[in-house]
């Protein structure tokens, strides 16, 4: 026996096609979740659970950044510590070899050439990078904090050195040293960028919480250390230090091994270099420490990063196996919709669903 239009009647029939396209809607959101993952694709679709999306989402977006920060600093902060460790180990050797020229004339043409080579080689590593950022050039990043490196023993700054070195036995070794702490110091003949001189800014890491920690020092300055012995054997910076001590033995002769401030100038040299080398000590413990906050700040914000994720997907990723079984469901509705349909009439679906 089958069932006759006339019998529902039209109103009967609009409510079928009515809830066949109810149906239909129900399908493809449901296929959309499927697809995307998430419940809506808009805050509207989320309920009453998009204010505490809208409230978590910022929250996520700033501990992920935070997290992002602390992992780049703590790369750059390892770099720098690995680049001055290699400087503080070049500026103790060449105290200890500065130690033997006392009274050992026949080493003072090989010290001088290997001091030369540390030079260019210090020079260098305070131009270290990671990716395209000069790790000493602070926030002036883009730009190497020594210019041309490789010719550091040929440039302005190693041929003051050079000449003042030079005027030993005619100034004695008090001159000659005031006269190359002179050049050396802030003020005198830089070997480092202009920039830098000018406008040097130690770059520093956003942490979250207006809490910002400065990263390397920079190539011209101390960060943490205090330099000893300023203004009669140190500079006030150990690179500028290590760099002026390099240049001093580079510069030494074998003649000048018999003058009378030889020896006193030599010794000099080594105050500069050990006061230098406790001063860089400093500055790498600081960047232990450092490190160790950048590591933890980078496991708690991923720890919270977690957690907001975890109920932001509360709210809005969708549960794809109940997905699954919703539109399984709604399509064998909709099918049983259009068989009914069928048998109550002869009339084109077109008439009734629309396109």
Known sequence: MSISLSAIGYGGLTQIVADANQTKQTINQLTTETASGYVSNDYAGLGTGAALVLDLGPQLSVSTQVQANATQAGTVASVAQSALGQIESIASNFAAQAQDLIGINGTQGTVASSAQAALTQVANLLDTQVGDVY???????????????????????????????????TNGAAATTAAALAIASPGGTTPFSATLEANGAQSQVDLGNGTYVPLAPLANANSNAVSTGVGTTSTGSYTRDILLGLATLGSLTSAQATDPGYVPLVQNTIATLNGAVSAINTDIGALGDRQDQFTSTQTAENDTATALKSQISSVQDADLTQVATQLSDAQTQLQASYQLISNLTTLSLAKFLPA
């Open 135 to 169: 790790v000493f050039a602070g926030q002036d990043s883009s730009d190497p904090p020594v210019p041309d490196p490789n010719n550091i023993t040929s440039s302005a700054f190693a041929t003051a050195i050079q000449t003042a070195i030079a005027g030993l036995s």
